[in-house]
């Protein structure tokens, strides 16, 4: 059931890779509330996925950059405000990549370069996101900026390594962007910190997700939240509902990190 919760809004949407991604629902579900945006991911992700297919259901043109590259994140918004015909309204962060995870370095061996590529793809590509932003006047007032982040930034998730560190930039960069952007345009700036998701991505993290996912399930007492649950979500913070919300890390897991054991958990080790 649509609200119009984001009818004559228009905005930008990164990281839809395929189906199984949050920025892929999230996608779908601006689309069904009334918004017009661009679609966005770095080229190499392009080539891996199927944002063309996103594109068609969308009626929405896709804008190649690099988030990393200031030059690709200016000519993302100018295109973008040329094709919707105006400043923009909202935009998702949805981008995050650890080499070292991906080649399976551990972290107490990490390779340093790499970690580095993962602060900058992951986290420091939001703060790029926002001075560009910024400096050319590309979001309207009241505007939001919305990125995906995970709880591992505040609590130890061996097999996440580097992305730990690479959430928690993220997350403070929300916070001092979000006051800086709030005082000079009110545009509000905010991380969701979704449950484990079974997406390409989060599945491919490894050290036995399902088994983790099963884990956080039985934690939660409203279980673990979906990709179409974080849409959902997502949408509320895009739209003028929440407009006094900002440099919040907003906690989308079903309960999970206010948890400190469940009644499943416990018996499930008393049958041990």
Not at 121 to 130: P, R, T
Not at 244 to 263: C, P, R, W
């Amino acid at each position: 059931m649509a609200y119009g919760l984001l009818n004559g809004k228009r905005g930008i949407i990164t990281g839809a890779l395929d189906d199984k991604s949050i920025a892929w629902k999230v996608a779908l579900k601006a689309k069904e509330e009334g918004a017009t945006f661009t679609l966005s991911n770095a080229p190499i992700a392009m080539r891996m996925g199927a944002i063309r297919d996103l594109a068609e259901q969308c009626e929405a043109e896709i804008i190649p950059a690099d988030a990393t590259v200031v030059e690709d994140i200016e000519n993302l918004y100018n295109k973008s405000m040329d094709a919707l015909g105006g400043k923009i309204d909202f935009v998702l962060h949805s981008i995050g990549m650890s080499p070292n995870i991906r080649k399976g370095r551990p972290y107490h061996d990490l390779n340093y370069d790499w970690y580095m590529k993962s602060l900058d793809v992951s986290a420091l590509s939001l703060h790029k996101m926002l001075q560009t932003a910024q400096r050319m006047d590309a979001i309207n007032e009241w505007g939001s900026v919305v990125a995906l982040t995970y709880l591992a930034a505040q609590r130890t998730v061996p097999f996440y390594t580097d992305m730990a560190e690479a959430k928690s930039m993220l997350e403070s960069i929300a916070r001092s962007y979000g006051y800086h952007y709030g005082k000079a345009k009110n545009v509000r700036v905010n991380t969701v910190s979704q449950s484990p998701t079974m997406t390409t991505a989060g599945s491919g993290i490894g050290g036995g997700f399902q088994n983790f996912y099963d884990f956080t399930d039985k934690m939660s007492p409203l279980g673990n939240a979906s990709a179409e649950d974080c849409a959902d979500y997502v949408i509320t913070l895009f739209s003028d509902l929440t407009r006094k919300v900002t440099m919040q890390n907003l906690f989308h897991d079903g309960g999970y990190s206010m948890t400190a054991i469940s009644e499943e958990v416990m018996q499930m080790l008393q049958q041990q």
